[in-house]
């Protein structure tokens, strides 16, 4: 089982309808991420967090995506309302390090949450 | 812009046999580093080898190995000794100066035959 955990693991859910998704990143760990994947794809950054403070958002669709890290340890993905391209791999990873330079750590990512809109 | 680049559509390897995962990359920054992930169908991404840009040798890890071709910008994975539970999508992935964020490629997928 990996050590950034998320849940939950599988939703399926309706269009127009909100969704969340949770992250606990390996203790110690500064920096956070959320990576959508879709299937047959490589996973792309949604949104990156340095402790409480969003890095980068810019792939971010913010007029439905929200994202938070309140206390600078976990985290939560929203979606409101979802819509059927939605459907996909959503992966939480977390770093040691900062997120504004570029590190020979590796990420260590989560079993991901596979959602699908109906 | 960073861009990995992934054409192998599939491959296919018999068991005890090695096998090469072939991956280009693109980036105008002198410094980076390109990471191997490998996805079994359960969905984890399970870290596999680094390689950094300024290394002089080429990364091992187990039977894991990373052909790093710097003038060809390319950074192969070969495995060797082949193992059934090695059948599973891997992905080339880049992180760079700028941003611990990384890129990634489209992911190959690796078959292996007992």
């Known amino acids: 089982e990996a050590e950034v955990a998320q849940s939950p693991r599988y939703k399926i859910t309706e269009k127009s309808q909100a969704v969340a998704f949770w992250c606990d990143p390996i203790?110690?760990?500064?920096?956070l991420y959320w990576y959508r994947q879709i299937l047959g794809q490589g996973p792309e950054l949604l949104v990156q967090f340095q402790d409480e403070s969003v890095v980068d958002d810019s792939q971010l669709p913010k007029d439905r995506f929200s994202a938070e890290r309140l206390k600078g340890v976990d985290s939560t993905l929203k979606i409101q309302p979802a819509e059927l391209g939605d459907s996909a791999m959503y992966l939480c990873a977390s770093s040691w390090g900062e997120a504004k330079f570029y590190s020979n750590q590796p990420q260590h990512f989560g079993d991901g949450t596979r959602l699908s809109i109906l | 812009a960073q861009k990995i680049t992934q054409t192998q559509p599939g491959m296919f390897v018999q068991e005890k046999e090695a096998v090469t995962l072939d991956c280009t990359y693109d980036?105008?920054?002198?410094?980076?580093?390109l990471f191997w992930y490998k996805q079994p169908s359960s969905g984890e991404m399970i870290f596999l080898i680094y390689?950094?840009?300024?290394?002089?040798q080429n990364a091992t890890e187990g039977r894991y190995s990373l052909n790093f071709q710097k003038a060809r910008k390319s950074a192969n994975l070969v495995i060797s000794a082949s193992q059934l539970g090695d059948s599973a999508m891997y992905f080339c992935a880049m992180g760079t100066g700028a941003n611990s964020k990384l890129t990634f490629g489209k992911g190959i997928t690796l078959s292996v035959r007992p």
């Open positions: 390689q950094g840009s300024y290394d002089q």
């Open positions: 980036t105008s920054d002198p410094s980076y580093g």
């Open positions: 203790s110690g760990h500064a920096t």
